[in-house]
């Protein structure tokens, strides 16, 4: 199946520029293969004056009004950026959206309830140049206007691609802000592909910058993307992972702020995320009906982890089932059960089911907490294989 899927999008028109990547379309609910298979899908491109963004959180007109949960997703550097562009395409009710960055130009065209140019006078809107310490310096600079416009929070998502300068720079700065500022804080970004090679270094650096400042980090490793789908060009793997990052966020935020069959509470998520340390995000998904649809509801989600991780030890999740009006509480509670068997006796499992009558069968979200993945924190070695005619072309399209 996966075969028929990357030749799909194989024969999709390629994107290459920022701006063009900024506009790949969100895919339907559903399963990690459909996330794949739909970005592809380009949709016309959008306008977003700064004159119709809200001024401030409080000014805020499409976050539900009902809600005391006060929740921002901020989007750091170009990957970042782009994670909350497809959130807020995604239509986004829970959460207040914010993209910050040192390149105006990829600024221009990315969509976000506020925008905010980073380090404007250390920079000049040109952005890093691939320098971490020079994004920290433009997020040291501009600290007073970051709290301003961060402002008082329960939840703030950090989305970042670390490897670069702004995201990986910035990010641990920004964590500490809103943190600072009463929210619990929770990263999401991306791991460079191990062909990245000088990008690694610098990733691996930002991740520990970024845990000291976040509760819980959630990491996608890209070069898991490519294990599901090896020849998927660059710009689709790309906008996989900010559709994996957008769910994440979403159905964290979603949880907590609309009511659905069961309930998981701010008080839940903040029990789990809390000192998460690392944790990982999972997507699967069920059909039929019964033990059988539990069984591959179960399966699936525990397949396809995007971080290379043992789930011995595990110390929380949060599993969040979604499933057309047949799904039932004693279903949603098996899947629950196979997920974590053998986490941590300790581990804190909390679980949200909704509703969706979009969807055909059962869609599973799992994010879970205190995972290790050691490769992440080692060095990288320095006399490295001769790369692959392949690989040297994602590396182009990235650099
Ligand atoms: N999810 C996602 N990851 C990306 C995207 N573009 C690049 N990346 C990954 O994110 C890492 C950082 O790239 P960027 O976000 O472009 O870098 P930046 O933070 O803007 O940093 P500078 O441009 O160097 O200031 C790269 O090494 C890639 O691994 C994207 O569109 N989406
Ligand atoms: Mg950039």
């Known amino acids: 199946m996966l075969d028929g899927i990357v030749k799909d999008v194989l024969s999709e028109k390629s994107a290459s520029s920022s701006a063009e990547k900024v506009e790949a379309a969100e895919p339907a609910p559903g399963d990690f293969e459909e996330i794949i298979r739909n970005p592809l899908e380009k949709k016309p491109g959008f306008e977003n004056p700064a004159s119709e963004l809200p001024p401030s959180f409080s000014g805020k007109r499409e976050v539900e009004e009902n809600s005391s949960i006060r929740i921002s997703v901020i989007g750091v550097g170009g990957a970042g950026c782009n994670s909350v562009n497809r959130i807020k395409k995604n239509g986004i009710k829970s959460a207040r959206?914010?993209?910050?960055?040192?390149?105006?130009?990829?600024?221009?065209?990315?969509?976000?309830?506020?925008?905010?140019?980073?380090?404007?006078?250390?920079?000049?809107?040109?952005?890093?140049?691939?320098?971490?310490?020079?994004?920290?310096?433009?997020?040291?600079?501009?600290?007073?206007?970051?709290?301003?416009?961060?402002?008082?929070?329960?939840?703030?998502?950090?989305?970042?691609?670390?490897?670069?300068?702004?995201?990986?720079?910035?990010?641990?700065?920004?964590?500490?802000?809103?943190?600072?500022?009463?929210?619990?804080?929770?990263?999401?970004?991306?791991?460079?592909?191990?062909?990245?090679?000088?990008?690694?270094?610098?990733?691996?650096?930002?991740?520990?910058?970024?845990?000291?400042?976040?509760?819980?980090?959630?990491?996608?490793?890209?070069?898991?993307?490519?294990?599901?789908?090896?020849?998927?060009?660059?710009?689709?793997?790309?906008?996989?992972a900010d559709e994996i990052a957008s769910r994440a966020v979403r159905g964290i935020s979603d949880l907590v702020v609309f009511p659905s069959l069961m309930n998981v509470d701010y008080a839940d998520v903040r029990a789990i995320m809390k000192d998460g340390g690392l944790a990982m995000i999972s997507i699967g998904k069920g059909s039929g009906t019964g033990a059988g649809m539990v069984e591959e509801a179960v399966s699936s989600t525990r397949n396809n982890p995007l971080l290379q991780v043992s789930y011995e030890g595990a110390k929380g999740a949060l599993i969040h089932v979604e499933g057309s009006a047949g799904l039932s509480l004693g279903d949603a509670t098996q899947i629950c059960c196979g997920i974590s068997e053998d986490f941590h006796e300790d581990a804190e499992v909390k679980m949200g089911a909704r509703v969706n009558d979009d969807l055909s069968g059962i869609a599973v979200t799992a994010v879970i907490t205190g995972v290790s993945a050691p490769h992440l924190f080692e060095d990288v070695p320095k006399a490295a294989a001769p790369m692959e005619a392949a690989e040297s072309e994602i590396l182009a399209s990235i650099l």
């Open 97 to 240: 959206t914010i993209a910050v960055n040192t390149d105006k130009l990829h600024l221009g065209v990315v969509e976000a309830h506020e925008k905010h140019l980073l380090g404007r006078v250390v920079t000049r809107g040109l952005g890093s140049g691939g320098d971490p310490s020079v994004a920290a310096k433009a997020a040291d600079a501009d600290k007073d206007s970051l709290r301003k416009l961060i402002g008082e929070n329960e939840i703030v998502f950090v989305c970042a691609g670390m490897g670069g300068g702004t995201g990986t720079g910035a990010s641990p700065a920004i964590a500490k802000i809103a943190k600072e500022q009463g929210a619990t804080v929770i990263g999401v970004v991306t791991y460079p592909f191990g062909i990245e090679r000088s990008r690694i270094h610098r990733a691996r650096d930002g991740l520990k910058n970024l845990m000291r400042e976040a509760d819980t980090v959630i990491v996608i490793e890209n070069d898991r993307l490519l294990s599901y789908a090896p020849n998927l060009p660059i710009d689709k793997a790309f906008a996989i």
